[in-house]
């Protein structure tokens, strides 16, 4: 099994930045993807970005340009660096790991990280 843990989260007043890191620990051999995605109060949660090995990685329409992901995978760690940060970015973000061959579904998920945007 994998484990994530996500760590990072904050509170920053828009325009800011904030990078949020995710730990994989447990049979990290077994990930094709890993990402992000947030849940806001009162919303659907929502798919942020994914980083898939030998693939390009993707962002949600919403935060192309300001989000970047970046994978180190020597350390089993993924980064999401968040620039040019809106209120509307206020969430818990959850990190999550895709182990499955067949299926597209993240079927890891982290506990989660409270990031707040203050106006």
């Known amino acids: 099994q994998v484990q994530l843990v996500e760590s990072g989260g904050g509170l920053v007043q828009a325009g800011g930045s904030l990078r949020l890191s995710c730990v994989a620990s447990?049979?990290?051999?077994?990930?094709?993807?890993m990402g992000w995605f947030r849940q806001a109060p009162g919303k659907e949660r929502e798919f942020v970005g994914a980083?898939?090995?030998?693939?390009?990685?993707m962002y949600a329409d919403s935060v192309k340009g300001r989000f970047g992901i970046l994978g180190d995978n020597a350390k089993n760690t993924v980064y999401l660096q968040m620039n040019s940060l809106k209120p509307e970015d206020t969430a818990v973000y959850y990190c999550?790991?895709?182990?499955?061959?067949?299926?597209?579904?993240?079927?890891?998920w982290g506990q989660g990280t409270q990031v707040t945007v203050s106006s």
């Open positions: 447990g049979r990290t051999f077994s990930i094709y993807a």
């Open positions: 999550v790991a895709r182990t499955k061959p067949r299926s597209p579904a993240y079927d890891i």
């Open positions: 980083i898939t090995w030998g693939a390009p990685t």
